[in-house]
């Protein structure tokens, strides 16, 4: 998301687009202070003072896609498992633009949910380097993923990190339905 291009902004607050706190994925009443290396990240600024509308219009995502759901359904031994999202091995919903703008323009092999276990997420990128880096955060329809918790796996044709057990399909289950991934 970017905040607001105009009007009032504030370090905190729980309005979307009007509050610094949640643009960096922080809590709405998390301590943050103007002079700190995030804000002025955000900011794109390095030194110096910094006001309230240095931070107009200023977004901390380092990509955005937007995913159509899709749904396939596999079985493995005996246990079916579901898969919502896009799921590139099968051809089940779509991504646009598909470009991973955090590594090198690579695109994302899979994106999805899958009810296997707990339930996994699953974020597959069609390359073989750069390591564990590039972003912070995933947010599936404003839920959160930090890459630090993440399984991470990597060969020469692919980078994949994997979340076991999440609480919550940000994908939902309804096939056609859009929803936004955000990186910061």
Do not use: H
């Not at 998301?1 to 687009?17: E, F, K, P």
């Not at 993923?145 to 994997?162: D, E, G, P």
Request: with cysteine.
């Amino acid at each position: 998301m970017t905040l607001a291009t105009s009007g009032s902004i504030s370090i905190g607050g729980t309005t979307a687009n009007r509050s610094i706190n949640l643009e960096l994925g922080r809590s709405a009443t998390a301590t943050s202070s103007l002079g700190e290396s995030a804000l002025r990240a955000l900011a794109n600024d390095t030194s110096g003072a910094i006001s309230m509308s240095t931070f107009l219009g200023k977004s901390a995502s380092i990509d955005t896609q937007t995913v159509t759901v899709g749904q396939y359904t596999v079985s493995f031994y005996g246990q079916t498992t579901n898969i919502y999202g896009y799921y590139f091995n099968g051809f089940r919903g779509s991504i646009s633009d598909g470009t991973c703008n955090f590594k090198s323009g690579n695109t994302y092999r899979n994106l999805y949910w899958t009810d296997t276990g707990s339930g996994r997420t699953i974020l597959t990128v069609n390359q073989g380097n750069g390591g564990n880096s590039g972003f912070t955060t995933m947010s599936v329809n404003g839920t959160n993923f930090s890459r630090t918790s993440a399984a991470f796996s990597q060969t020469s044709a692919q980078t994949q990190w994997l979340w076991t057990s999440p609480s919550t399909n940000g994908f939902g289950t309804t096939v056609g339905a859009t929803k936004s991934v955000v990186f910061t």
